[in-house]
């Protein structure tokens, strides 16, 4: 790394959840660039920071954790993903605050706040239902999108004095959000004080992130990376609930990002909202059974991710040379990890489309593969798609539907497959 890489990354050698120093490292990717630090044309030309991308096991309480911690404001200031590109995540959206509004009986008068409210998608939708909501997002460039959306915006880090100021100037929240933002916390243990402080006596807190086991089982790689700091199983949440004062009261797995769970805590003292305890003894005998709480689970990710990358190589490098032109569909995070971790470039993909205005013009961090927008695949026609965004591929391929008598669809996860 160069002085003005390490000045940003620390190497942590205590677990995050329990303290313990019994980390081990299974998985280490090498350094690579920050997944959503595309480029513009002049930047380019520029040396890029990268970091070193290591998962570790905590031999005490099993939590799994990037050993590299990268400074927060190198990722989250400027930030260019939003929710809103895609229709699947705007359901799921739509359907945490529905359920979440008749379940826990929320009022005009209740308050539901999101941690890492983005562009307000989610919010939008409570707004909807009719409660009053607020989002905190550090990132500046979404405060003006959250806000023409009609969304009330901190943008600012959430910590224990934001909590604090949030309850002074406004009021206790009956429901607090976060999705995904959980696996981007550095300091759980603050940041669930901070969520207990703001909350209601009988409020409920929903996490919602993509689930360990998921990743796991299909080798979802490209979804580890430097703003992923967590990959969660039960076990390490049932600490961290206990740590700050939370319960665990349900736990429901969702079909979202290859896999995420969400989670429902409320404090521990509540004695509203039944716990759902066969769930919970569910989730940890299937978690028990799949053998995630021991080191030697983890040990042969990285092979099995070797031979995917093996395969992949091999298909897109015979259709080259058959002299087939491919393109990369989406430009999402995980897709700066699979194309910098594979060397995919310009010698194997043309260039990527993707539908987010932010996005198009620039270039994927790494590998400098230009973005377009989607409507560019009907003008150039091109052979195969390497759907890039394989979490919306059904969306993807449906909504495209006439490029079939273009071309192919190629998936690179959970299984290569051509469509
Ligand atoms: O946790 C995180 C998740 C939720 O979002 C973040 N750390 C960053 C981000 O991850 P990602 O960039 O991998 O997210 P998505 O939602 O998988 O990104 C999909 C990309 O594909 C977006 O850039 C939009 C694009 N897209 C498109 O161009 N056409 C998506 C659809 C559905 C489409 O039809």
Known sequence: MTQSEVKHVKKIDRCRICGSSRLEDFFDMGNLPLPNAFLTKEDVQKPEKRFPLVVCFCHDCTFVQLRYIVEPDQMFKHYLYIPSGSQIRIQN????AFTAHRRFHLQSDSLVIDIGSNDGSLLSCFQTLGVQVLGVDPAENLKVAAELKGIPTLSEYFTQELAQDIVNTYKKAALVTT????????????SMRAIYAILDEDGVFISQFPYLLDL???????????????????NPLLLLAERTGFKIFDIQHVPLDGGSI????KKKESHKWKIEQETIDQFRAIEEREKLYTIDTYKDFGARVQRTKEELLQLLGELKQDGKRIVGYGAPAKGTILLNYFH????????VVDSTVYKQGLYFPGVHLEIFPESKIYEDRPEYLLILAWNFAT?????????????????????IATV
């Open 179 to 190: 999705t995904n933002v959980f696996a981007h916390i550095e300091h759980l243990l603050d």
């Open 93 to 96: 959206f739509n359907e945490i």
């Open 262 to 265: 969400r989670v429902f805590w």
């Open 344 to 351: 995919i470039d310009k010698r194997l993909l043309d260039y």
């Open 395 to 415: 969306e993807i391929i449906e909504k495209n539907k006439r490029y079939q008598a273009i071309g192919k669809f190629i998936l690179p996860s959970p299984e």
């Open 216 to 234: 796991l089982r299909d080798q979802l790689f490209d979804t580890i990376y430097h703003e992923h700091m967590s990959y969660y199983s039960l």
